[in-house]
Structure formats: C-alpha cells, structure tokens
C-alpha cells in the first residue's frame, strides 16, 4: 500500500517513512489493504510496538512502530482498489443510468471487504478459494450476500453470469465456518418470484441463525433501459402476493427462532396499500440500506427527539418536507401530528415525481436536482423547506450534479436545508434566525 503523505512530527515521520513508499508487512504478515492492517493493529496486536516493512526503490526498509493503525502514526496511505463485478446482471441499476453522470456512479462493485466494513452487497461469485480462507481466518462477520434465487438456473440468468457457483454451496461453507450472513432477494415479477420465491426462502432458512435476515425488496427500474432486458415492475397487486407469502415464512421462523427473519422493504407495504409493521418488528435493523424498516425508525427517532421542540417556537411557522411520491402520505401523517403536539408548526409534503430516472423509482435518494427544482418551482413553498440528506453525496452533490446552493439559486428560495434530522433542522434553524434578530 502506497504511502501518500506522512504527518510532520510524527511516528512515522521519525524513523524515516517517505511518500511514495510502499508498506508490503506488519509482523511478519503480507498486507494487502485496509482489512490487513485493522487485524494485525487492532485486532490481533498484543505488544506495543510492530515490526513494519516499507519497499524503497526496490529496497525493504524495516523500522519499528507503535502497534497503531498508520493513520494515527502519522502515515497516510492510498485507498484499497475496489474490486468490479464481472456479472451482467438483468436488473443491474448502474446499467439504468443515463450517460453523462459523474464516473463515481458507474463504479460496479463486488468486493467482499466492503460487504464486511459498509454493508454493500456480493454476489460470491468471484469468491476465490485464498478469499473464503481469509474472511474465515480474520472473522469478517457479517457479510451482505445478494441471493435472489437459490435455483441456481434462475439465478445465473438474473446475474447473466453461466459461470456462476452454486449459490447454496457458498453460503452454506460460510455459515459452516461461523460467519454471519445477511441476504437479499430482488423480486423481478415472473421470474423470481412465486415457486422460485418458495424454494429460495425454504433453502435459505434452512441455514439456521447465522442467516440473520433475509430482505424482500422489489426491483428497481428506470426508464433508461434502452437495450436491456424487459422487466416488469413490481405493482401494487404483485406487493400483496409477496407480502402475503413473506408474512407466512416470518410466523413459521418467529414460532423457531424468535424472529422473523424474513423482512420486506417498505416500499413493499407502500405499493400494497398496507399498513407497516410496529417498530418491534425490525429487531436490530439490519437491512436499513434495503429500505426495511427505515420508515417506523425515523418515526421511533422523531418520537424519541420531540421533546426538544417544546417551548422553543411560539410564532406560528411552515415546515415544508420534500420527498418522493410513494412515501409523502406516511411523512405528512407522521410529522404533521408529532410536531403539532408540540409546537404550533403547520407540516407541509411536497411530493416529488422522479423525472430523471423515471416516475417508478419512488425512493427520496435517488431524486435529482432537476425534480427538486421543478417541484418547488410549481409548489411556491413557504417559511423553512427540508430536502432530504440521503439525495446527496458525501461532496454534497444530487445524482444529477448540482449543490444545495444551486438548487436554492434556481428556486429563490433562501430557508432551503440538507436535513437529516427534522428536529435538529428546525432548532438550527430557530437560532439562526435569532442570531440574524440580534444583529
């Protein structure tokens, strides 16, 4: 791994560590990225200094070190190389995109590390033998493993890879070896769904506990799927059938286990018409980046932070929430009531149509900047408007490019904020404006 930078003043500094040098071994063991150096620092060191090896010029330089991950010596290093996936798969989302998007966004990841560290989902079907071995030895438990069907016919059609192992086999020699899985199945009506849906949740509760959850979620389609493979979305009437057959499996693994296991995705309950599951029901919230549960935790978390509102606005206001279509309703009943119990705030949805990837993509997060200013731009709203925080990147960037600043710039609107949390948006808020007051 490439030195980039080292800290003036710093450990490494110290004893000669140079960019552009190349760290090859800690204690004796080959480091080959980030998950190396975390088991050989942190997990496994039990001295206070290690042994490290830098290669120079085609030298190995060798110097002792404090038994800290390099970051905190002083060291900065270059990122892992993320590893691609070589499946086609019919449904992939990275496919749907229009061209002309930053490069980020195009990336097709299947890299059982950041299964382990982010939670991103692997198909397995890269696994390599010494990769198996190693996720055993250093315990990267849980994983993230995209199942979608457990005929393995079905499934190396979904993912267009022939070459791909047997699914069942893959999981059952982890779970073997003590590690934890969570899965998840894209439903694509017609194929995946129906019998093949059976068998893929009879075969995948069959591997008892360390199968901590399997998430129901239903495609994603856009409308730029010029040349691809035709898909039929997921309707309200196919939401009702799956639920229903996901709502059996849960009771059959409750009455075992004492969970349920099996867990669909909001979107899910939305399409069906049905009301959602208590907040109970979502245990530890595994599958948060599938969407399940997201909705009664936001509600739980909103509940919990509601007090904090209380004698801190006295004027009345307009709180105006933007979001995607399928989830407005819940948002204007769930914030509409919890903030009038305690404030005289009127609550406001606007919900937003995605143009950009087309009107059956119905998560927030995947809204562009063009949908949020055509839709303030028709709506007018007033007094402080939320745009949610998951819409943009970590540079503060929408799907389509454009900042926060530009958004406000092309609406007029001058109360416009990136938010998490709505009651830290609205206390900010209030002290901003009277610190404006005060001047």
């Not at 890879?161 to 699914?167: C, F, H, L, M, S």
């Not at 969570?182 to 069959?206: A, E, K």
Request: aromatic residues 4%; negative net charge; proline residues 6%.
């Amino acid at each position: 791994m490439k030195v980039l930078s080292i800290e003036t003043g710093s450990a490494g500094e110290q004893v000669g560590i140079q960019p552009g040098d190349n760290l090859i071994e800690i204690a004796g063991r080959p480091i080959r990225d980030a998950i190396d150096i975390a088991y050989v620092t942190g997990w496994e060191a039990d001295r206070d200094e290690l042994q490290f090896v830098f290669v120079r010029n085609r030298r190995r330089v060798e110097v002792s070190l404090p038994a800290l991950h390099p970051v905190d010596i002083g060291i900065e290093l270059a990122p892992d190389r993320i590893r691609t996936c070589s499946n086609h798969c019919v449904f992939c989302f990275v496919d749907q995109l229009p061209r002309g998007l930053r490069p980020s966004l195009y990336i097709k990841d299947e890299d059982y590390r950041l299964s382990f560290t982010t939670g991103s989902y692997v198909t397995l079907a890269s696994l390599s033998q010494e990769d198996h071995d190693r996720i055993v030895e250093q315990k990267l438990s849980p994983l993230y493993v995209s199942v979608h069907a457990t005929d393995d016919a079905v499934r190396r059609s979904l993912l267009g890879n022939p070459d791909a192992p047997p699914i069942m086999e893959g999981l059952t020699r982890l779970i073997e070896n003590g590690i934890s899985l969570n899965t998840q199945i894209v439903v694509c009506p017609g194929i995946n769904d129906g019998s093949v849906l059976d068998r893929t949740l009879d075969d995948l509760l069959s591997l008892g506990a360390r199968m901590e959850s399997i998430a129901v979620v239903p495609v994603g389609l856009t409308r730029h799927r010029q040349g691809l493979p035709q898909l039929e979305p997921v309707t309200g009437e196919s939401a009702r059938k799956l639920l229903a057959t996901i709502q059996s499996r849960q009771k059959e693994f409750r009455d075992a286990t004492g969970s349920p296991a099996v867990c669909a995705a909001d979107e899910l309950y939305l399409l069906a018409g049905i009301e959602l599951p208590p907040y109970e029901h979502y245990g530890e919230f595994p599958q948060l980046e599938n969407g399940v549960g997201l909705l009664r935790l936001f509600e739980r978390t909103l509940s919990d932070r509601i007090a904090d509102l209380e004698g801190v606005i006295s004027e009345p206001m307009t709180l105006t929430i933007v979001t995607a279509e399928l989830a407005a309703p819940f948002l204007q009943q769930v914030i509409g009531r919890a903030l009038a119990s305690v404030a005289p705030i009127e609550t406001r949805v606007i919900a937003v149509e995605n143009r950009f990837l087309g009107p059956s993509v119905t998560v927030a997060g995947l809204l562009s900047g063009d949908d949020f200013v055509r839709a303030l731009r028709e709506q007018h709203p007033e007094g402080l408007t939320l745009l949610p925080a998951e819409a943009f990147n970590t540079d503060g960037l929408t799907i389509d490019g454009m900042t926060l600043r530009e958004i406000a710039t092309a609406t007029g609107l001058d109360r416009l904020v990136r938010a998490h949390d709505v009651v830290d948006a609205i206390v900010d808020s209030m002290e901003h404006s009277h610190k404006e007051a005060d001047v």
